[in-house]
């Protein structure tokens, strides 16, 4: 299954957007974030350190100043990820970044405006223009998914309205990994049903939301693409390659202010930046190498990505910044996040014949109703051979398949007309038959009218058939054919070239990053000095440069200290505050329910791993598994009721222990203070005397049996 075992990195790319006209009229001049394109550095300028404190730099695979084009990123650095996707590997974009810093615009930008348009609808283009210029023998199934993840749970942005209350579950499967059970998926034939798809998701994204600025910086957004192929491999058999791309627009990385809130909007708070929180401590852990742990299971978000973040996907980055200064803080902190993201390794490779591939299950319909249809052409062709008893042209069966759609469908209908001409003549032959009798007339007429109607029967179904067999292949795309009017020559050419610029611009600044850290080495090595006087000049300029890097690397440290200090802090707050909300549960438990209540609710409660949550287990047994009550019999036990089934699932009252047995007890009167009236007196004496021990007592028993 695997073909490619060589593991690569997560590419990291840093985007940094112009300053908005706000920004640009209220804060001081210029921005904090400078770029260096051709390094492929950032250049983070703090505005509250005094002038002499160096400055911060980072360095990626690629940067993206505020003059960039969208066409430029993705050339650069997307098209090669989408190119492995249609080759069968799993591919993965995040845009990562403060609310308001171009995630949405990386992703999507514009679409109306070709100069605009972003990762998303560029991919599009990209994947069907693909499709239109591949090879005539390979058979393309495009698929796609939209869903939002908003306070831990999965909505289905194309069936908002099938979601239950709770949201979608996650599963797991041991071939193709961490899945969203019943999402939806839509078929796409072309780049308008795609971007269709992408409509009505977005739409439903909206209509979900008070405040879509809000509600789009707290939640996150993923898009999925499934491109399935298969090409007759040198087997002569038909291989399958499925590749995957998430694309995904992340919730706003900033801090959710935790502080001054309680109860359910601490709840609510905290969940927000659950998934941001557990990516970070996922990036973390797989950027450290050193914890086996990594944490995929602490959100819904990690464990979708769990492939594309050290597994078997191949991953782009996207990290987006905003100039302005005041939100240094935030900035350094993306930056920071970005550079741990680079040390992660994944192992991608092609998927080849997975068993859930869709276009396989595809092919079997297609050529299952195929046979139907033949075996329809087959039977009409037997049939009219009997009735004109002439044979076909031999050369009717070299026919190719596309061909042979069109021509089942033809002949059935000539069969069809042909057959319903000659029962019309049989029927006015018998009309006009003298020497038959009437009674035999009207029965072969009836006979003749039954055989219409099967006639007819018999074409609906056909046509029925047809339309079905044509459905299902309109949905996969044939390679060859010109889905997009575009792709002329020029235009291929064109593209072609543009990839080369983008590929040499991309090796351009790897060579000089690699330059760059050589020459630092090299430098001891290349100088001889001649004088002892240049050697100390030399060695002066050589440990200011390496000062310089230790009161950098010194302020990293100290930064990071900080950070960490804060982050604690917060974490702690959180805490106390949780523990508080505990400790407030707690007494309205110990001094408000029952405790027979409380260790009832205890018993019945289970952790659920999958979903990450304690569970009620439920109080009556599924329907299925509930036994037929029995019908009642002398000598057997009475049949339990359905309420008694619960109170014995509950713990038991005691009334439900005594089911269905007697129970003896003596039934004693209360002692009588009143004194008797005198008359009685010789009754009384008789009698038993009640204050005795009840044991004496044989006579007064009284059986209960409830
Ligand atoms: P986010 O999704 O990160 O919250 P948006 O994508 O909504 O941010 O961007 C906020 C604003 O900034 C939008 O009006 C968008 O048009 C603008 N913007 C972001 N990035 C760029 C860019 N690279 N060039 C021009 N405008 C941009
Ligand atoms: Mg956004």
């Known amino acids: 299954m695997s073909k490619n075992k060589s593991s690569e990195s997560v590419k990291v790319v840093v985007r940094c957007r112009p300053l908005s006209r706000k920004e640009e009229s209220s804060g001081p001049a210029g921005g904090i974030v400078q770029m260096d394109l051709r390094l492929g550095q950032v250049i983070l300028r703090n505005p509250r350190a005094p002038p002499s404190e160096p400055q911060k730099t980072f360095t990626f695979d690629a940067v993206y100043d505020a003059n960039s084009k969208q066409r430029e990123l993705y050339d650069e650095s997307v098209r090669p990820l989408i190119d492995s996707v249609l080759a069968g590997f799993n591919g993965t974009i995040f845009a990562y970044g403060q609310t308001g810093t171009g995630k949405t615009y990386t992703m999507q930008g514009a679409w109306l405006d070709p100069e605009k348009r972003g990762v998303i609808p560029n991919a599009f283009d990209h994947v069907f223009t693909h499709i239109s210029r591949s090879q005539s023998d390979k058979q393309y199934l495009v698929r796609a998914s939209y869903l939002e993840i908003y306070l831990e749970e999965i909505r289905d942005l194309l069936d908002p309205n099938h979601t239950n209350a709770r949201g979608l579950e996650l599963r797991e499967n041991p071939d193709t990994g961490v899945y969203v059970q019943d999402l939806t998926s839509c078929v796409c034939k072309s780049i308008k049903e795609i971007e269709e798809v992408m409509n009505v998701g977005n739409q439903a994204r909206a209509v979900g939301a008070t405040d879509m600025n809000e509600h789009s910086s707290r939640s996150h957004a993923l898009f999925l693409i499934t491109v399935e192929c298969s090409q007759p491999g040198p087997d002569g058999r038909k291989h399958i390659r499925v590749g995957r791309l998430n694309l995904v627009d992340l919730a706003g990385s900033e801090r959710q202010a935790k502080t001054g809130v309680q109860g359910e909007r601490l709840k609510e708070a905290a969940k927000i930046n659950l998934s941001l929180s557990a990516l970070g401590n996922v990036i973390s852990a797989l950027a450290d190498g050193r914890s086996g742990h990594v944490p995929y299971r602490d959100s819904k978000l990690t464990r979708l990505l769990q492939d594309s973040l050290g597994g078997n996907a191949k991953t782009v980055m996207v990290a987006t910044l905003g100039p302005a200064p005041q939100h240094y803080d935030e900035t350094l902190t993306t930056l920071r996040y970005a550079n741990r993201a680079k040390n992660i390794q994944n192992q991608p490779r092609v998927n080849e014949d997975p068993k859930d591939a869709l276009l396989r299950e595809f092919q079997r319909e297609i050529a299952r109703l195929r046979a139907q249809l033949n075996y329809r052409k087959w039977r009409s062709k037997q049939k009219n051979e009997q009735m004109e008893g002439e044979s076909w042209d031999g050369d009717r069966e070299k026919e190719t398949e596309g061909e042979e759609d069109e021509e089942v469908e033809k002949e059935a209908e000539e069969y069809v007309k042909l057959e319903e001409q000659r029962l019309e003549r049989e029927k006015e032959a018998i009309r006009g038959d003298e020497y038959m009798v009437a009674e035999e ?87 001889t000095f001649t004088s002892l006087q240049q050697e100390v000049e030399a060695k002066t300029k050589k440990l200011k440069k390496l000062y310089t890097k230790l009161q950098c690397i010194k302020a990293e440290i100290k930064d990071v200290n900080d950070e960490h200090v804060k982050s604690r802090q917060e974490l ?41 949550q304690w569970k009620f287990q439920p109080l009556v047994p599924a329907e299925r598994s509930m036994k037929k009550r029995p019908a009642s019999a002398v000598g057997y036990k009475r049949p339990l009721s359905q309420y008694a089934r619960v109170a014995i699932a509950m713990g038991g009252h005691s009334r439900y222990r005594a089911e269905n047995i007697m129970f003896l007890e003596l039934d004693v009167t209360p002692p009588n203070t009143t004194l008797f009236d005198r008359s009685k007196d010789a009754e009384l004496n008789q009698s038993p005397s009640l204050d005795n021990s009840p044991t004496k007592e044989k006579g007064i028993r009284k059986s209960h049996s409830w």
């Open 572 to 612: 702690e707050q959180t805490q106390n505050e949780l523990t508080r909300e505990l400790k407030f549960k707690y007494l309205i438990i110990e001094n408000f329910i029952p405790p027979e209540e409380k260790n009832k609710i205890m018993n019945r409660l289970i952790f659920d791993p999958e979903e990450d």
């Open 441 to 527: 007339k009207q029965r072969l007429l009836g006979e003749k009218e039954r055989m219409m109607v099967d006639l007819r029967k018999e074409q609906e179904a056909t046509e029925q058939l047809t339309a079905k067999y044509k459905a299902m292949e309109s949905k996969l795309l044939v390679g060859g054919k010109n889905i997009i009017d575009h792709t002329n020559e020029q235009q291929k050419m064109l593209e072609m070239k543009r990839q080369e610029i983008a590929e040499q611009t991309r090796n351009e600044r790897e060579i000089q990053q690699q330059m760059l850290a050589q020459d630092e080495e090299t430098l001891e090595l290349r100088e």
